[in-house]
Structures are given as C-alpha cells and as structure tokens.
C-alpha cells in the first residue's frame, strides 16, 4: 500500500528535535517543533502549512524566523498551534522586525496562532502581511478537547505534559485509508474522476452501503458495490511526537493514552538512566523511561531522540537502553 506521509526527523539526535510529516500529495508539509531547520530546504519549507511547537525553549522554536522569511511572499496561511502564550510568543518575534515595506499591497500572506490548553483550543488569533502583523483577536471553529486539527484524511490530537512548563505532545493519525483499485473500476465500467474523492470521503466517514454515490453522468451506485469492487480500505498510519516531558505518572498516563498503538513514537531519550536525577531536575526523560512509556504504549517502533550532548560519544547506549526498556 502507498503511503500517505513520511515522517523524519528534521536534525540528528543531538541537535534540534524537530520531526517534518510530508505528505505524498499536494505539496504539503507539516511541522513538529521549529528548532533549527537548515537541514531542511527552502522548497521543503514552502510547503509547510501547519507547525506544532510543544514549547517555546530556544531549542524548539528559534527556527520560526527562517520558515517566516521563506514563506513571507506565499498565500498560503500558516497556521501555528502551541501552549498557552504562545501568540504573545509569536507577537514579539514579529515584532522584532522592521516591517515598513509591508503594506496592503503585500502578498496577503497570513499567520494564525492557536494556544491549545487542557480543554483543548482556546484562543486563536491571527497576524496579516498587509497588516504590518498587527495582532488581531479571531473567532475559531470548536473542535473536541484534545484535538488540535481535524481535516478529511487526518487528525492531530494533543496532550499538555509537564516541563516546569506546559509543554505539548501531539499524535499525528491518519483516517481510514481507502484506495482505489483500477482493475474493480474498469470491471464496473468506470471512470477515474472528481466522484472518486466523494466516495472515498463517504468511506471515511462510516456512511452506510446503501448511500448512492454520483459516479459521473447520470449514473450512480450504492456505496457497498463501490466497497465490494473498487475501493479498498485499511487503517492509516499513526505518528506520535513526545519531547522534554518529566517523568511523573500524569505525564506518563497521558502519554500513553495519546501514542496508544501508534506505529511509529518519536521521545526523547535526553538522559542515561545512570543520570535519571539530573533527568528528574531537568524535567526530561531517560532513554530507559522512554523505552518503558513506548511499550506501555504498545508502539510499532520507538525512535528516540533529543539526546543531551554530554553523550555524544556514547549514542549507543542511550540507544541500547531505551530498546531494552522497550522489548527489543
Ligand atoms: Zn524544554
Ligand atoms: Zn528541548
């Protein structure tokens, strides 16, 4: 089966965590954390629509300055989600600039900012080119508590950890896959068209097998055929993105219920357990408690990463501890 995203770590484990979710599709990427991102390019920048930060340490949110210059003259929105704060964050960031060339010729690029809290998004402005990006105050839709964007294929949830600071995790999920079998089209007589997102839509969201599905023309076919013949489903892939966390059992609960099953968990693993004070004053993780919450979790696979530079020659023992601790 093809895939939908790929998710990859924007830096090696020692520098910036940062993780890019590109989507096979429609030129669109989306962002966890904005600590440096040189690695990335500019094209791959440019796509970004959505960026996530869980904290605004320097570590995870200095590289905001370069996704805003490559995507400055672009009219496309960018659309940011943090903790509670975070538009006075951004605000100062963009106040920080000499912006007398913009005005209300400018391209119309626009910045929202959403501050997700415990009962999920609450507060949402947004900051326009053509503005100078002055802040302005803006309605949002209502979205369940703990989900931070809900779109047709996917959804992001989140969670607010502990850090001595709120700090957010997020869960990237995928909706039923379906795709589409060209062979069960043909047998069926028909067409590729726009009808193919409907149907796929209509599978996505549960309708019953009799919901006639416009296939082009006058003609039309209960969804079930559609299902028999030509469209295969299959569950999407989860991703889940946990850094700078405490290791306390509100934080691990929360954790777990948010990567649950995931197939792929990136945490961080800061700390060898032989350090797991200095760990417990730092409000990070150790490669062995990442490891635990990962199986707890009942992920595919655990990546760990964010790993304090003081191991620098010694990667393989974070590595090795936190796959132990996890079952490997
Ligand atoms: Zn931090
Ligand atoms: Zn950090």
Known sequence: MTWFVQASLVNEPFSDPGLLIDFRFGRRALLFDLGDNTPLSPRQLFRVTHALVSHAHMDHFAGFDRLLRVCLHRTTPLRLTGPAGFGDRVEHKLKAYTLNLLDERSCDFVITVAEFGDYGVDGVCEFRAR??????????????????????????????????????????????????????????????????????????????????????????????????????????????????????????????????????????????EADAEIAAQRRHLTARQAGDIARRAGVARLVPFHFSARYHAREDELRTEAARAFGE
């Open 131 to 272: 503005e100078a990006f002055r802040r302005r105050a803006i309605q949002h839709v209502g979205l369940p508590p703990g989900t931070l964007l809900d779109e047709d294929e996917f959804r992001i949830s989140g969670a607010v950890l502990d850090h001595g600071i709120p700090c957010l995790a997020f869960a990237f999920e995928e909706k039923v896959r379906v795709n589409v079998w060209g062979e069960g089209l043909k047998t069926l007589g028909l067409p590729i068209g726009p009808w193919l997102k409907e149907a796929k839509r209509a599978v996505r969201r549960g309708e019953p097998d009799d919901r006639r599905i416009a296939v082009g023309g006058d003609r039309s076919l209960p969804l079930g055929v559609l299902k028999q013949h030509a469209l295969r489903s299959a569950t999407g892939q989860k991703i889940a993105y946990v850094v700078d966390v405490a290791y306390c059992d509100r934080n691990v609960e929360k954790i777990v219920a948010l990567a649950k099953a995931a197939d792929q968990l990136f945490i961080e693993a800061a700390f060898l």
